[in-house]
């Protein structure tokens, strides 16, 4: 089934020509299509909005715009001219700036410094710095977006959204670098500000459209609505439609987004049954808040994996680590059948029989160079020591066993765990709890994230294998079509507080488009 | 965001808040040298005259230029241990350039601007190493002081230059408004650092640099010239304070630097010049060879034995690091 939406734009047909073009862009990670021939083309005085789901490509898209990505194949025009951007500074010559996601302001330096960054003109001769100059200049490029920002403050005394202002008059110095009309990028720019300000960006973003042209990224699709005038839809590297947003829904954005995968139950085994009388869960958590939480509640029955949903900043990835205490938390209590756990610290968790398979594989799952037998037995060291010594032989027979239990392939149990592969690694880092025995939770945090197919699935049979031995599982997947095929229950989260829960046993599984109601 | 509640304004608050007024780390080590100050004042009447305050500027005045060099290096958060062997080869060159019992050389003013420029050419290879063979900086200037101390041994050769120039002898002994002429070089030293921390691009990029390097390479920023820059100025500093070593011993010693670095660097992250950069300045370093020159007198004056000091000073560094990194600390930070 597939429901592929191409509204076509008829609202405008710009005569001229596009401010920004791309086609066919390409870009190749080792195992993973970034871009996948991606086409876009921003007009002149316009908004263009930018929406897909995670590792859909905008990331890479917006860097090979800027110059910080060289993509494999496919060209970029600026006004119709092709050109290789081989730097930011090269794509500010052509007029096309970028406002980073994680802000990209020097903090110690005075705004003016920042505005003026790299390019301060008049503002220092001869390696002397004329602070009246940098003043003036600093405040012509605040004038042009209606900014009273002092641009003698130190940068870290100001709050976020003005700090966006004077990034914003950054970005508009391009204008002095090329003739053309600029073109502005902004990416995700309402993530770090709160709703009034959000009002006062998008004013400003409706003013920069009178000079320039704006490529607006954003993960809530309603602002995208909001303030774009067309928006591209990206979806696994590719584009894979427009619509005019004059006459288009968030839903409809989203089922571009997520595509027409069918949410097949992954691995569905023998799924989480409820018996007649049901025993008390496992893990039960009441009102634990945190710095990006809130009265969160949760109960996880042994053999059930519950699946947290929601989208980017939802407070989930927070959660998880809070219940493995890598966290600190402010309110709430988190009891283990039927004991309060005292999470202030991860030991006391992995003393419980909490184990926690972290997102950033490479820097918190793993050490890249250690063994995969030393990553294996790295938590629960006893389990290959005789008293205080390590015993190789009796890591060496332990580590073994685990290695043909789970299939994973290594060519020795010696080897740098850095030289498997993506699935082989997670895999050691599973069995790094598993050879404990003994766990009773299990927190997944992304565990597929970066994994092909087949590695996908294997980590799947197993999740499914260790739910049915028992043990409790909390699930935060990389995908919407993973977390409703893989979990018995699905909580979903909005701004750091659970909004809906939503049963999801095989056969009567949700659709996506159920969920994302109550993520956005 | 229509359907979130509005109560949720307010609960953004894993975003880093803006600071406001002037911060504990930049008021702190002043009030402490003026609290340090009235102590020992209050308990020792040897401490609180003028003669001893008049010794306390003298004492700090070599500290002052080192710890001037050494605050623009610390502010781009790199590290320079260069200091010991960047000195000894200032030292003994200029008491070989000067007039002096070695050789025929009277070249005044001339012989130490080139100890001067030396000790920068020192410093030049330092920061060179760093950005060319990417070398963290706390080898490179651990090897370049190695190699000054060689430059310096080899100048020595055996034999002890004692300097028989008057200007540069009368240096340390001579003094103008109560201060000898040493001091006033310290505060030259502080006020000219001060002005290329302020309006220099050089000062203000290496504050950049300390504070988000990766900006300033997407600005299209070179920061490449810049170290190499600061760390040729910070050993100019560190040359200049050499020369002042030998004008107080009247001879050029290998040895002239010996300690500096940690001293220098003991005092700038004392008076609130943060290790990992882009905090902190020429003034709080200032403030930081005061407080630790004020506080090993003081120690002195009411008898506390100068075997301490060593340790003393050691804790000093130690919990002035633990205070200013107080208010980062999370759960599972990595300290390396």
């Known amino acids: ?520 | 965001m229509t359907t979130s509640p509005a109560e949720d304004v307010e609960f953004i608050a894993a975003r880093p808040q803006p600071r406001r007024g002037v911060s504990f780390r930049d008021a702190g080590p002043p009030i402490a040298l003026i609290v340090i100050f009235c102590v020992f004042a209050a308990i020792s009447s040897d401490f609180r005259t003028l003669a001893n305050v008049q010794n306390i500027m003298d004492t700090a005045a070599v500290l002052a230029v080192v710890t001037c060099g050494i605050t623009f290096v610390l502010m781009m958060g790199s590290i320079d241990l260069s200091s010991p062997g960047v000195m000894g080869a200032a030292a003994i060159a200029v008491a070989l350039l000067v007039a002096n019992n070695r050789n025929d050389n009277d070249l005044g003013l001339l012989g130490i601007a080139v100890a001067v420029l030396l000790a920068a050419g020192l410093g030049c290879v330092s920061g060179l190493a760093l950005v060319l063979l990417k070398v963290p900086s706390f080898m490179t200037t651990l090897g370049v002081s190695a190699i000054g101390l060689g430059v310096a041994t080899l100048m020595f050769n055996g034999v002890q230059p004692n300097i028989t120039d008057q200007k540069l002898a009368t240096w340390a002994v001579d003094r103008f408004l109560g201060f000898s002429y040493l001091t006033w070089i310290a505060v030259g030293c502080v006020l000219v650092g001060w002005l290329i921390q302020r309006y220099s691009r050089l000062g203000r990029y290496a504050f950049a640099i300390g504070g988000a390097e990766e900006v300033l390479t997407l600005s299209g920023v070179k920061v490449a010239p810049y170290k190499v820059a600061v760390f040729t100025l910070a050993g100019a500093f560190y040359g200049l304070a050499g020369v002042m070593v030998t004008s107080q011993l009247s001879a050029g010693l290998v040895q002239a630097g010996k300690g500096f670095d940690f001293a220098a660097i003991t005092a700038a992250v004392v008076g609130g010049t943060l290790l990992t950069g882009g905090r902190g300045g020429i003034l709080h370093s200032a403030v930081g060879v005061l407080l630790v020159t004020v506080l090993t007198n003081g120690l002195v004056q009411v008898g506390v034995s100068p075997y301490w000091q060593g340790g003393v000073q050691g804790l000093i560094v130690v919990a002035a690091v633990a205070a200013a990194v107080y208010p980062q600390r999370r759960r599972n930070q990595v300290t390396k």
């Open chain 1, 1 to 520: 089934m597939s429901i592929e939406l191409e509204h076509d734009i008829s609202t405008s047909g710009p005569a001229t020509v596009p401010a920004l073009e791309a086609r066919g862009l390409l870009k190749h990670y080792p195992g993973v299509k970034a871009l996948d021939g991606v086409d876009m083309v921003v007009h002149q005085n316009e908004v263009l909005g930018l929406a897909g789901e995670n590792g859909a490509g905008k990331s890479t898209l917006l860097k090979a715009l800027v110059g910080l990505v060289k993509p494999d194949a496919g060209d970029i025009y600026v006004r119709g001219e092709k050109v290789r951007l081989r730097s930011v500074v090269d794509a500010a010559n052509h007029g096309i700036g970028m406002v980073f996601q994680e802000q990209s302001l020097v903090p110690n330096l005075t705004a003016a410094e920042n505005i003026m960054l790299g390019s301060e003109g008049r503002g220092v001769r001869g390696g002397i710095y004329r602070w009246d100059s940098m003043r003036e200049m600093a405040q012509e490029q605040l004038d042009k977006i209606g900014s009273h920002i002092n641009p003698l403050a130190r940068t870290d005394t100001l709050s976020f959204a003005d700090r966006q202002m004077v990034e914003i008059a950054k970005v508009l110095r391009i204008e002095q670098r090329s003739n053309n009309a600029p073109v502005i990028i902004l990416d995700e720019p309402t993530s770090v500000l709160e709703s009034k300000e959000i009002e006062t960006l998008f004013t400003q973003v409706r003013r920069l459209r009178e000079f320039a042209s704006v490529i607006f990224v954003s993960h809530r699709l309603d602002e995208v609505l909001d303030v774009c005038d067309r928006v591209l839809v990206l979806r696994s590297g590719q584009s894979v439609g427009e619509v005019a947003t004059a006459h288009a829904a968030p839903a409809d954005l989203h089922r571009m987004m997520i595509g027409s995968t069918g949410s097949d139950d992954h691995y569905h085994g023998n799924a989480f049954k409820k018996s007649e009388e049901q025993p008390p869960p496992r893990l039960t958590v009441r009102g634990l808040s945190g710095n990006t939480f809130r009265d969160f509640d949760l109960d996880v029955h042994e053999g059930e994996i519950v699946g947290i949903v929601g989208v980017h900043g939802s407070g989930r990835e927070d959660v998880c680590r809070a219940l493995f205490g890598a966290e600190p938390f402010i309110a709430g209590e988190v009891t283990l059948d039927g004991k309060k756990l005292e999470l202030s610290g991860t030991r006391s968790a992995c003393a419980a029989g909490v184990a926690y398979v972290p997102a950033e594989r490479k820097t918190e799952g793993m050490v890249g160079p250690m063994s995969v037998a030393d990553n294996m037995t790295l938590t629960k060291q006893k389990s290959r020591c005789s008293g205080v010594l390590v015993v190789p032989k009796k890591q060496a027979s332990l580590v073994d066993a685990w290695i043909e239990r789970l299939s994973i392939r290594t060519p020795h149990r010696g080897t740098a765990i850095q030289r498997l592969s993506g699935g082989n690694q997670q895999k050691v880092v599973l069995a790094r709890w598993l050879v404990a025995g003994d766990i009773r939770l299990l927190l997944l945090d992304h565990p597929t994230r970066g994994l092909d197919i087949g590695a996908r699935s294997e980590v799947y049979r197993l999740m499914r294998e260790l739910a049915d031995s028992g043990v409790a599982t909390v699930l935060l997947a990389d995908s919407l079509e993973e977390a409703i095929g893989m979990s018995d229950r699905i909580v979903v989260m909005n701004d750091g507080h659970v909004t809906k829960e939503v049963a999801c046993p095989t056969g009567a599984k949700p659709t996506p488009l159920d969920l994302v109601k109550e993520m956005v």
